[in-house]
């Protein structure tokens, strides 16, 4: 029992994948610092206000939060374009360095 459990540990690489969905988390908290502290003060005096964030549309009684939406995909936006330009630069590297 024990033996298959180390098989599967090693087939499956298991160790691998923990390290990077550790790496990952921590990933994500760093480009959510990013967008947040360095990258929104840019952008906030181009957008109107800091209102639009809290938006809500009312359809009866039911409340849609638009700007909620809106902000979490300005920042998802933000932060694929961030990524992008990150791992675009690493593999010219790579490329030139071969």
């Known amino acids: 029992m024990i033996s298959d459990f180390i098989k ?5 690489n298991i160790v691998a994948l923990a390290v990077g969905f550790v790496l990952g988390t921590a990933s994500t908290a760093l480009a959510n610092s990013l ?3 360095i990258v929104m003060p840019f952008l906030d005096p ?3 206000g800091a209102s639009w964030k809290t938006a809500v549309a009312h359809v009866g009684k039911i409340n849609i939060a638009y700007g909620s939406f809106i902000a979490e995909l ?5 932060i694929a374009l961030v990524i992008f330009l990150i ?6 590297f790579e490329s030139a360095k071969k």
């Open 46 to 48: 181009i957008l109107p």
């Open 87 to 92: 791992v675009h630069k690493l593999l010219k």
């Open 8 to 12: 599967f540990l090693r087939e499956f």
């Open 74 to 78: 300005l920042n998802f936006i933000v």
């Open 35 to 37: 967008v947040k502290d």
